[in-house]
Structures are given as structure tokens and as C-alpha cells.
């Protein structure tokens, strides 16, 4: 099983529309979970950290399934300013600070 | 403003040569990383280092080197054992203390051709 799977897309939606990611992971032991932004040839920048709890951030709602493994993130009222790419990632085991990066989904909102 | 800063943003290379990037974050993180990102892949983890003077490799160390002097300062040497080093090169710090421990922070990047 790989270390992270996500669905690359690109997914294509309408302005307005409900968008919803997932990503699996294979390491039980992580600990920290979170969704980046990436836009084009630009740096990834954090969107939002994954609570057990689920968290909502405005349009943007992320949850953790532990018992499955997989993290989600729901876009609601997309604009086309959501236009990017969006990185599952996740600790790795022990203390050392490192992060797993899936590949990307990428989401393109259209007028 | 705190943040990561790397230069330069844009390098060419030609065969056969070190080159040197640049990476500096005054955020007062503890750690700093060192990933390798080509068209349509992640992230790939070149080194990392949690402490001064201190760093291990990553998941592709062959044929980069990196220091780690001062705590502010990173720097990257892309070397000719490198095969392949046309990608994108970007920097990032975590604190690793804190409920924020984990949260990796960004550099611009540097895109490295090698002609």
C-alpha cells in the first residue's frame, strides 16, 4: 500500500459547487494531519490543519476517519479562485518533524 | 515580516557544476527541510535538520549536500552526482515545539535547469 493515495483529477466544477477530497495514508502511528494549497509553480501553503473533531475553516470543512485512514476536505460555494492544487499530507512516525505529501488533487472551478 | 526567504528564484546550471541555494528563515524555527517537487509529483524529502549543526538525509540525499551553521540558514548544494537536478527546490521550517509543532512553513522555491 502506498504511504499516501490521492485522486489527482483534475476535478472540474461550476462556481457554486460542493467539492470533496479524499486521501488515504498507510502509516497508523501519524499523528499530525493537514491540507496545503499549491498554485501553479507557486509554493505549497498550509489551508488547514485535521482535527479528530473535524474542523470548519469559512468554505472549508476537513475530517479525519482514523479508523480508516483517510482524511477529507469539503469545499463549499467553490470560487474560481479555489482554482489549485490541494496536498494531503501527514506526519511521519516518531518526533522528527518530517511530512508525507501525497501528489495532489487538482481542482478547477469554472465561470 | 517573519518568513522564508530562498534565492535565487531562478538558476542555470551546466553539467558538470556545483551550485549552491540559498535558504533562510528568521521564524525561529528549530527545524528546516529540503524538498525536490518535478512536474506532476509530490514532494520529495531531501535532508532535514532539527538542530544545529545537526541533519540527516532524507528519501533522495544522493548527490546533494547541505550545512547547517546557524540557525536562521539551510543552504543546499545541488552537486554534479546529482543525474537529474532540473526541478523545483523549495525550502521550509517547523518549530517543532508547540500544539503548531508539525506545521511546515514555505520558501518561494528556486527552479534549477541544467543545460
Known amino acids: 500500500r502506498k504511504e499516501v493515495e490521492q485522486d489527482p483529477g483534475p476535478f472540474n466544477v461550476p462556481e457554486g459547487a460542493t467539492v470533496a477530497f479524499n486521501c488515504t495514508y498507510s502509516n497508523s502511528a501519524s499523528q499530525s494531519f493537514f491540507w496545503y494549497r499549491q498554485d501553479c509553480r507557486k509554493e505549497p501553503k498550509l489551508l488547514m490543519s485535521?482535527?479528530?473533531s473535524g474542523n470548519e475553516d469559512g468554505r472549508f470543512t476537513a475530517q479525519l476517519n482514523r479508523a480508516s485512514q483517510y482524511i477529507s476536505l469539503l469545499i463549499r460555494d467553490s470560487k474560481l479562485s479555489d482554482s489549485a492544487t490541494y496536498l494531503c499530507?501527514?506526519?511521519?512516525?516518531?518526533?522528527?518533524?518530517?511530512?508525507?505529501f501525497g501528489q495532489g488533487t487538482t481542482l478547477q472551478v469554472k465561470p | 515580516d517573519g518568513g522564508i526567504t530562498q534565492s535565487p528564484k531562478y538558476l542555470f546550471r551546466k553539467e558538470g557544476q556545483n551550485v549552491t541555494l540559498s535558504c533562510e528563515q528568521n521564524?525561529?524555527?528549530?527545524?528546516m527541510y529540503w524538498y525536490r517537487q518535478d512536474p506532476g509529483q509530490g514532494l520529495r524529502l531531501i535532508y532535514y535538520?532539527?538542530?544545529?549543526?545537526?541533519?540527516q538525509k532524507g528519501d533522495i540525499a544522493e548527490g546533494y549536500s547541505v550545512s547547517r551553521e546557524k540557525k536562521e540558514s539551510f543552504p543546499l548544494t545541488v552537486t554534479s552526482a546529482q543525474k537529474n537536478p532540473t526541478a523545483f527546490y523549495l525550502c521550509?521550517?517547523?518549530?517543532?515545539?508547540?500544539?503548531?509543532?508539525?506545521?511546515?512553513?514555505f520558501g518561494p522555491g528556486t527552479r534549477l535547469t541544467v543545460l
Open positions: 485535521v482535527y479528530s
Open positions: 499530507v501527514f506526519s511521519g512516525s516518531g518526533n522528527t518533524g518530517k511530512l508525507i
Open positions: 535538520s532539527q538542530i544545529v549543526n545537526d541533519f
Open positions: 521550509a521550517s517547523s518549530p517543532l515545539a508547540g500544539v503548531r509543532r508539525d506545521e511546515q512553513f
Open positions: 521564524l525561529n524555527h528549530d527545524a
